[in-house]
């Protein structure tokens, strides 16, 4: 069974009175412990899929499974439960929350869930140093560089053990040096078994991962 | 909890001027009832001393002692004719009062008020002699030369040494003291009670005013306290009768019951309670609008922020927990600062009004209650905004 599929997904926005169809009916699915690069020129619908993916959004039709679970009908409240549990999100300008310190940004999908404070504190501590950033957990976002900011970000994106990593543009705002840092830390995570999808439009940054997946004008290619 | 404290500092400058408008609010809401409770206090101290059972009645018209006249209108004579029309009244005690009086002992000088009255003065003032003995009904038969002085009295005339037995001169009239009466403070008018001296009204009204029938006031203790309303209007009728007041004619003497001491008090309380009140509303509304506002716009720079704890996880009340928490946080500090103020103003107006004040628990809880209403008052809206926002347009790039 895979980890995530969909069948014949679409997505329509209301704009005012006009619909726009930004998905056109998307089949496919991503396997437990994959590294997947969803491509594709800006418009192609690639931000909508991976809202999808992550559970932000609902399709308009079609069905989407996460864990054997359908994810069409679920509340607002389920959800953000499934987000907390099951996904970890990287994305390009980071958003990290500027008055936390890099310690406190890393713990925070902890706080939406029961946790044992002594536990998550500890294992925010050990994803500091898988990241390389343990001198740095009292520094607030603002001190640090783009490069440490998504380190951070991505401590921040696993701490809950997700199975599903969604990283869109994750080297967007980054020179290349970081950028291949950055690839690899997420190569990485892959390596001890979380699935990786990542929304990039650099076709380097895609080499990165086992299958690629191109997407045009809403559908897949 | 942490986070909202946080934010709290992080947006320092906006949470202080949030803080302080609570706290102006809080502080005045807090003096006020620390005032009322201070008023009823200070009234049922007062009431407790005076005799919850008593009436005194002082002669002359209120609109003459407006004037500042002292019209002589009650006779000794009504006191025996009072305890004998009124079956439930246990205690009638007359008083002459003379004000300005020089007192000396020795070289030792000063100036008071001296009352002349029964044995069962300080039995009717529930005011004790604690040095000494009270003076007997042999001392007014006698119209005999003995008194009863104030702990102030005491103070300036003799110090540390035992006044009893000591000869004073009161108006140059040689006056034995007899009896040292308790600390007793002052009045609910101002007045100080400690520098009292207290004679035989027989000695008083012979040899320091020269009369034969009148007095300044008397007071009646009645064993059926619950009817002392009923009894007050009897009293005033059988005094217009035994005066002869005609039917047109206002009271020539006034009637000061524990209910009208009550009254006073609050009433003295309500013209501040009420200018304060008001200004203390006026500073939570504003706060409360002030606050609003704020966290609007602080809900509108801090979209990203939501978006993000949206897509790791935060549900729509936890978003609305955080942001009340951090209103109410910001109002609670408000509250205890603002209950601070008003310990530290109520210690001035104590010190420039003389006016009584109470902090008790309740002047506290009525204060965070407050605070707590401004703060989720304010904040509910800001909050639900705040859920509103849907994570993947907040972080849209």
């Known amino acids: 069974m895979p980890l995530c599929s969909m069948e014949n997904v679409t997505k329509t926005y209301r704009l005012g009175s006009q619909t726009v169809e930004v998905l056109r009916g998307v089949s496919f699915g991503i396997e437990q412990g994959e590294f997947v690069a969803i491509i594709g020129p800006s418009g192609a619908g690639k ?63 902890t706080l939406y869930r029961d946790h044992n404070t002594n536990e998550a504190a500890k294992l925010a501590s050990r994803l500091l140093e898988m990241v390389g950033l343990q001198e740095r957990d009292k520094f607030r976002p603002g001190q640090l560089s783009g490069g440490e900011q998504q380190r951070v970000a991505i401590a921040r ?65 | 909890m942490k986070q909202a404290i946080q934010a709290v500092m992080a947006y320092r400058v906006r949470s202080f001027f949030c803080l302080i408008s609570v706290a102006l609010g809080i502080s005045s809401i807090a003096v006020i009832v620390a005032a009322t409770e201070g008023a009823y206090k200070r009234a049922f101290e007062i009431v407790g001393r005076f005799g919850p059972d008593s009436l005194l009645v002082i002669g002359g018209s209120e609109e003459s002692r407006a004037l500042g006249r002292w019209p002589k209108t009650i006779k000794l004579a009504y006191v025996e004719a009072v305890r004998q029309a009124f079956p439930t009244v246990y205690m009638v005690v007359p008083m002459t009062f003379v004000g300005d009086i020089p007192v000396s002992f020795r070289d030792k000088k000063y100036q008071t008020r001296v009352i002349g009255s029964t044995a069962d003065y300080t039995r009717a003032w529930t005011w004790p002699v604690i040095q000494g003995s009270d003076f007997t009904e042999e001392d007014i038969k006698g119209i005999r030369n003995v008194g009863l002085i104030g702990q102030e009295v005491s103070r300036e005339l003799f110090g540390e040494t035992d006044p009893v037995g000591k000869y004073i001169l009161v108006r140059r009239i040689p006056v034995q003291v007899v009896g040292v009466l308790a600390e007793r403070g002052i009045t609910g008018g101002g007045h100080k009670l400690d520098n009292r001296i207290v004679l035989p009204i027989t000695t008083v009204m012979k040899k320091f005013v020269n009369e034969t029938q009148y007095i300044t006031a008397f007071r009646a203790r009645f064993v059926d306290q619950h009817n002392l309303k009923a009894r007050e209007e009897e009293l005033r009728l059988f005094l217009r009768q035994e005066m002869r007041t005609a039917d047109d004619q206002p009271d ?5 019951s524990p209910t009208a001491i009550i009254k006073f008090l609050v009433a003295l309380t309500g013209s501040l309670v009420a200018f304060i009140g008001i200004a203390g509303i006026i500073c939570l509304i504003v706060a409360g609008f002030v606050l609003a506002n704020l966290f609007l716009l602080s809900v509108k720079e801090r979209t990203k922020e939501i978006g993000i704890r949206r897509a790791i996880g935060a549900r729509r009340r936890d978003i609305v927990t955080q942001f009340l928490g951090e209103s109410v946080i910001i109002t609670s500090i408000g509250g205890i600062v603002g209950f601070i103020l008003a310990l530290l103003g109520s210690r001035l107006l104590t010190y420039i009004a003389e006016f009584p004040m109470y902090f008790s628990w309740k002047a506290f809880a009525v204060g965070m209650g407050l605070s707590w209403i401004v703060g989720i008052a304010s904040g509910l809206q800001p909050a639900s905004r705040a859920a509103q926002i849907e994570p993947i347009e907040a972080i849209r790039e």
Do not use: W
């Open chain 1, 157 to 221: 994106a696993i701490i809950n053990n997700p199975e599903l990593v969604l990283a869109d543009e994750p080297t967007g705002q980054l020179d290349s040096k970081t950028a291949t840092e950055i690839m690899k830390i997420l190569a990485r995570m892959n390596q001890d078994g979380k699935a990786v999808a990542i929304i990039t439009h650099d076709v380097n940054i895609a080499s990165y991962a086992q299958r690629t997946i191109r997407m045009e004008d809403g559908l897949i290619v």
């Open chain 1, 47 to 109: 931000t909508t899929l991976m809202n999808l993916l992550g559970c932000l959004d609902v399709p308009t039709s079609g069905r989407y499974m996460l864990s054997g679970r359908d994810m069409s009908n679920l509340t607002d409240d389920e959800l953000s439960l499934i987000r907390n549990e099951h996904i970890g999100f990287v994305f390009q300008n980071f958003y990290l929350i500027p008055y936390a310190t890099v310690f406190e940004n890393v713990l925070l999908p």
């Open chain 2, 252 to 256: 020539p003497f006034r009637i000061v």
